[in-house]
């Protein structure tokens, strides 16, 4: 998978590729509790198949829980989906590499599909996919 996210002055966008789907933030923001816990990103998202092969993927909404950690260079959470839309929920986990711009799923940012390149993808290998990170800076 690989995560991108776009943040300028006035906006944050977040785009979440793999090899099934497209999914981008509705709503989008960066959250810090009063106490000074970890910063967090929650983001509103709709999710997109870019595939037909899964019977049960269809177009949904749903919602990432993320905590940002600049120490170690990740960002993990999690996500849930509309269950009258979708019932799945599980664990993200997305750690730096370096700053290269994918723009999309699959090797060095190669895929069938055409996405929105918006924002810088960091992205690190994973168990067969990739995993990436992504900020304007």
Known sequence: MVLEIWQTLTSIDVWYYDQNA???????????????????LYSLYLNQPITTQYRTLHTHNG???????????????????NPHQRKTYGEIRVTKESR????????????????PKRGSVR???????????????
């Open 63 to 81: 919602v990432m829980d993320l905590v940002v950690n600049t120490e170690e260079n990740q960002i993990t959470g999690t996500y849930f989906n």
């Open 22 to 40: 497209v999914t981008h933030s509705l709503v989008a923001g960066f959250v810090r509790n009063g106490t000074g816990g970890p910063m967090r």
């Open 100 to 115: 290269k711009r994918l723009g999309s799923f699959g090797p060095h940012g190669t895929n069938t599909q055409e996405y």
């Open 123 to 137: 992205n690190a290998p994973s168990t067969g996919s990739n995993v990436g990170v992504a900020d304007d800076g």
